[in-house]
Nanobody, 123 residues
Framework: VQLVESGGGSVQAGGSLRLSCAASGYTYRRYCMAWFRQAPGKERERVTSINSEGRKTYARSVMGRFTISQDNAGNTLYLQMDSLKPEDTAMYYC??????????????????WGQGTQVTVSS
């Protein structure tokens, strides 16, 4: 399984970014895909997830500002980030596993990870 993120960058507060995660070699029919982020000195936290049934979860800190989606084939995962805040600055990671992973927000519940893409929001 290979997950490759793209789309990170630097933006001013209030701006938008769209992250993408291209997935290959993934054969689960019932799957969970998620976006995590990790800021320096902080633990990795789950931002949002989506499963093969279309069910989505969002962390309270991003609800109403971030939107997770995927293409029809399920090969590419997206994270639309609007109204960005300096506290959104972090390395963002795409993660995947079987559908049950979506019930858990611990990074240890996900076996497959991308290399990460940096998001920096300046005030």
């Amino acid at each position: 399984v290979q997950l490759v993120e793209s789309g990170g960058g630097s933006v001013q507060a209030g701006g938008s970014l769209r992250l993408s995660c291209a997935a290959s070699g993934y054969t689960y029919r019932r799957y969970c895909m998620a976006w995590f982020r990790q800021a320096p000195g902080k633990e990795r936290e789950r931002v949002t997830s989506i499963n093969s049934e279309g069910r989505k979860t969002y962390a309270r800190s991003v609800m109403g500002r971030f939107t997770i989606s995927q293409d029809n084939a399920g090969n590419t995962l997206y994270l639309q980030m609007d109204s960005l805040k300096p506290e959104d600055t972090a390395m963002y990671y795409c993660a995947a596993d079987g559908i049950n992973a979506c019930y858990l927000d611990s990074p240890s519940s996900y076996r497959y990870w991308g290399q990460g893409t940096q998001v920096t929001v300046s005030s």
